[in-house]
């Protein structure tokens, strides 16, 4: 509307042509025609021409031909589809204003109409025509199709040159159900032990051989909640699951989780009761209870073998070994060791001497030093491999978990690691995939925009149709009403206004941890009474730029299994930014939780602290004014005088305030307790009524609770 009555006031003030007829004669016929002096005689001169003889026989009446107007030629401007506002006045030589003022009077609504906005074709060739000029559909350049320079997978290998190789077996299960304790058996190690909450919090790849001399690659995921995200990644690389289940808990919501990813991957399972050596464990009941999640074990006439194992003492661990590696040579594990590496990142961190680390499984073909690596939108020359008790590796080959060391940036977990023939090639394909990143990344963009403007044409089109029927004064009234609330606050209401937030930085130690944590915090649901704010998120140990951008943001820190070092620490306490570390992932929700509800104002909560019914009304003169007073009875509890009171008539509330005197008999007094009575008046003029009830309560703040539930 605004710009609207700018175009308007501006067409108003526009100077008019005044075409005044002059009563002066014109020069010429002056000199011809030259009105006489008075009392003179008139004379006429007549002005002689040369007469044209007419040729004998050719009478023809001369007419002379009539002169041509030249036809002015319009301005050509070339148009596409899908043109900005600006673009289309750029290719007509005119300003922006132009096109609004062209577009005044159609169905387009010019007030939200954007310079970066773009036209429909319709509108485009609308202000062309009013502008006077005529369209033509520009010739579209020859876009040259960029080559794919992607790397694939290798077809399937000849059956001949495959050798079997090591199964690669994932621990699965609800939390605290003894997994890492059952992979420590089986690994005569103690990784429980040092894991930090007595959970494991990241997956881990280990290759473990049996006394029968068979080698297993076992991969251990988390059975906290929170990592979902971790053990589907750890169903869709492996061969086998062992699916862990306490005969003292029975199934759990992480054990039918971890089902549901078994069966997405269609990957066959081995079911470990574990604790069967406590005195409450009935390992009948946890095979009845898969039952209902179609784990059908053998003596149930299915095929799922079931061992009742100990795995803190030890008990029937052999069985279970014996029992993954019969189900391995029925699947008859092969893999082909030459050719190209091909693989999968089950873990990715920064470590501080190492830089970009990763945590792999081979799948196909032998990884050396020197090999070049293609993983995600990153690539690697392999400086360094590793295996999962820090011990240097020359080479690695199928069914290996391997930590690599050379990558030029940190790949995501989970990505896809093939080899490629140098390092020209892994850049071509690095900048390749960055490409179509970026393509697809805009075709997002441009189906979000035109779905916008979609949305806005229709609700502009119904808020017309809603609006038809009345006025202009009207329409604009209840314009404004409607669009009241986008109206900018002044300075002094925009401080009031501001909703509550926490901006966050989140730190982990590896990659997997970092997106555990982002997938809790995107259940965050309570932004109606403070918004939650990731500002940003990585890997490694926490810097001074962490530090930088918590001060800009008024944000806070939190690590995970990360550390900070003592520069970092003092830049932190120098500037006020708190730093928060945490090495379990619950405590770092629980202090996260506590973080927002400290942001909370505290809610006020009321106490009734007595009752009373008004029997009889009376007034007292207090100077000059007659003092309505209540004659009452308390209750229930008792009235005092320092706190609040309500009155109340029926459901209705007639007056809350103070009291200016309270009495017993003729005495004041501060409180009346219950069946005593007494006489009171308001520090307001209100009508008493017998049968009235009054309330004596106090107000007392009480801190709020964010009300978001992560779910664990």
Known sequence: MKRMAVFMKRAISMPRTEIALSSQPHPLYSLVCTPAPPFTCFQARHLAARQQVTPAGKGKKFNPKPTKMEKQEKHEVEIKQRMTVSELAQAMNKDIDHVYEALLNTDLDIDDLEPDDYLEDKWIKEVVKRSGMKYKYTRLAEVKVRENKDVQRQPPADPAVLVSRPPVVTIMGHVDHGKTTLLDSLRKTQVAASEAGGITQHIGAFLVQLPSGERITFLDTPGHAAFTAIRARGAMVTDIIILVVAADDGVMNQTIESIQHAKKAKVPIILAVNKCDKPQADPARVKQQLLAHDIICEEYGGDVQAI???????????????????????????????GLVEGTVIESRTDKG????????????????????????????????????????????????????????????????????SEQRAREVVEWRAYAGD??????????????QREHQESYRRERESTAHLSWKQRKAAMYRAHKHRMAHRPSERADSEQLSVPLIVKGDVDGSVEAILSILATYDAHDQCQL???HFGVGDITENDITMAE??????????????????QMATKKSVPVKLHKVIYKLIDDLKEELSSKLPPAIEENVI????????????????????????????????????????????????????????????????????????????????PGDEIVCYEETEVEQTISWDPGF
């Open 610 to 689: 007595g009752e009373a019914s008004v029997l009889a009304v009376f007034s007292v003169t207090v100077g000059k004014k007659k003092v309505p007073v209540a004659g009452c009875r308390v209750q229930k509890g008792q009235l005092d005088k320092k706190l609040k009171f309500r009155l109340t008539r029926g459901r209705d509330m007639l007056w809350e305030g103070s009291l200016t005197a309270l009495k017993h008999h003729k005495d004041d007094v501060q409180s009346v307790k219950t069946g005593m009575e007494c006489g009171l008046s308001l520090d307001s003029d209100v009508e008493f009524k």
């Open 552 to 569: 800009t943001f008024s944000g806070i820190i939190y690590g995970f299994n990360v550390g900070a070092s003592k520069p970092v620490e």
């Open 439 to 452: 393509q697809e990344r805009l075709r997002d963009e441009q189906r979000a925009i035109e779905a916008k």
């Open 354 to 421: 190492k830089g970009p680390v990763t945590t792999a499984v081979i799948q196909r073909g032998t990884i050396r030093r020197g090999s070049t690596l293609v993983a995600g939108k990153t690539w690697a020359k392999v400086r360094f491999l590793f295996d999962e008790n820090g011990r240097s590796m020359s080479e690695a080959g199928p069914s290996a978990a391997v930590q690599i060391v050379g990558w030029k940036e940190l790949p995501s977990a989970g990505e896809e690691i093939l080899e490629v023939e």
């Open 533 to 535: 704010d990731i500002v």
């Open 308 to 338: 009742h194992i100990s795995a803190l003492k030890g008990d029937n661990l052999v069985e279970l070994a014996e029992a993954t590696v019969t189900l391995a040579e029925v699947l008859e594990l092969k893999a082909d060791p030459s």
